[in-house]
């Protein structure tokens, strides 16, 4: 069976990152396909006995965005296994990294073609304004403080998933670094006991038995446990119920590293009989994939 994997996103927020991995992993890609040529693409790979392919669609794409997200409607309701995966990033980090590569944006030509001289920001802008409804269809990952190995980690753990009703995925962040623009929903467990003060836990994480013990001992942060949980078990069916086909609950403290890293791992054990489920963390020391 034809397993299709569509990166698009922000301009400068990995999708060639993304792209390089699943070639190295054994799909066949294709970099900046224009929009009306997609039904021909696949029904063409389809025809040639591929099975794992990869398109990468964008800003830079000559067609109609705006076509788009009804197409991926239809490819679904054909059948079709259709991986898509929107990468976004944040105007700072976009900036920063514009300026460290030292490339143009792909719509800088195209707004000056409309009489503009415009900035790196107005580009972003206007692609924002462009991406916004395949943004609000699909399944997005914000790579703003991600490392690239950590970015193809995460993209190879969604494309090794079948596709259900949703995929959910507990995700950990610091909110010292901003809340992730790929949250569904947001809990804050700021409020509970912080194992940051204890020079012995101070650098491990809430993966370590000693912080997991430690937070474990607390009534406070079991009930919190307990009441994402419930809310989480309430509403997931009316999730399941919409046309979305991910969901992503985001679990927050101040570094990121101890409290919400454990809520998250705890989570992540009493949803375990949800198939797929992700378990993602923004932590830099949590790097590496899930054993």
Known sequence: ??????ITGISGSGKSVALRMLEDTGYTCIDNLPV??????????????LERVAVAIDVRT?????????ILTGLRAMGTALHVIFLDADDNTLMQRYSESRRRHPLTDRLRHEGLDPSLQDCITRERELLAPLRNQEHVIDTSDLAPGQLRAWVRDL???????VILTFESFAYKRGVPHDADLVFDVRCLP???YDAQLRPLTGRD????AWLAQFGSVESMIDDIAAFIRKWLPLYMQDTRNYLTVAIGCTGG??????VTEQLARRFADHSPLLVRHRNPKLQEPRP
């Open 1 to 6: 069976m034809l397993n299709i994997v569509l």
């Open 36 to 49: 009306r040529f997609l039904h021909e693409f696949i029904a063409s790979t389809q025809d040639s006995g």
């Open 62 to 70: 000559p067609g109609d965005l705006d076509d788009l997200p009804g």
């Open 159 to 165: 494309v090794q998933t079948d596709r259900p009703a």
């Open 194 to 196: 912080n194992p940051h």
């Open 209 to 212: 038995a000693p912080v997991a």
């Open 257 to 262: 590293q101890h409290r919400s890293v454990y």
